[in-house]
């Protein structure tokens, strides 16, 4: 038994590692909502940014952007001249993609100071990738209101899914130049 953890020592440190940050982070984002699990209900400060964001990245645009809470106030409403395109919930802000990101970064941790340099930059990548997803799905919906559909359910989450991998590709190839090196 005891050569079979030495065997696969460093695929046993990967998933504690990834599991451990994984489940560390998601429990601290997910008591940052409890704060703002309120009555009556408003969404948490990173959804109404990044909803905010997006309306002013479509005003920049040219289109006639409002951004307003959804009377039930678990999301915020991304409308372009009163016509409702997106419902932007705490689903959308990329907050578990980052921890997501984030974790898998640490289970391959390299050298300190270039493991969190990367994963601030991968962070800042995503939420931004995020941005523009959000910007081309309501664009899309408002001038292509056909393909919404298809937008919504398969390009738009293989952006975000493949920004993700792209950087942990791009992660594991310099981790593993590190490693050789």
Known sequence: MLSLFRKYRLVL???FIFLGSYFLFSSLYNGFLILYDTDPPVPDPITRLVAYQSGDIMAGLGYDTNVVMHPTGLS????????FLAGIVEGCNSASMIILFASFVLAFFGKPLRTLLYIFAGAVIIYAMNLIR???L????????????IMHSIFFPLAIYGTVLLLW???VRIYSRWKKG
């Open 169 to 171: 590709i791009i992660w």
């Open 134 to 136: 959000i910007v081309l």
């Open 138 to 149: 309501a664009v899309s919906i408002y001038e292509y209101p056909q393909y919404s559909g």
């Open 13 to 15: 440190r990967f998933i």
């Open 76 to 83: 915020m409403k991304l409308m372009v001249e009163d016509l």
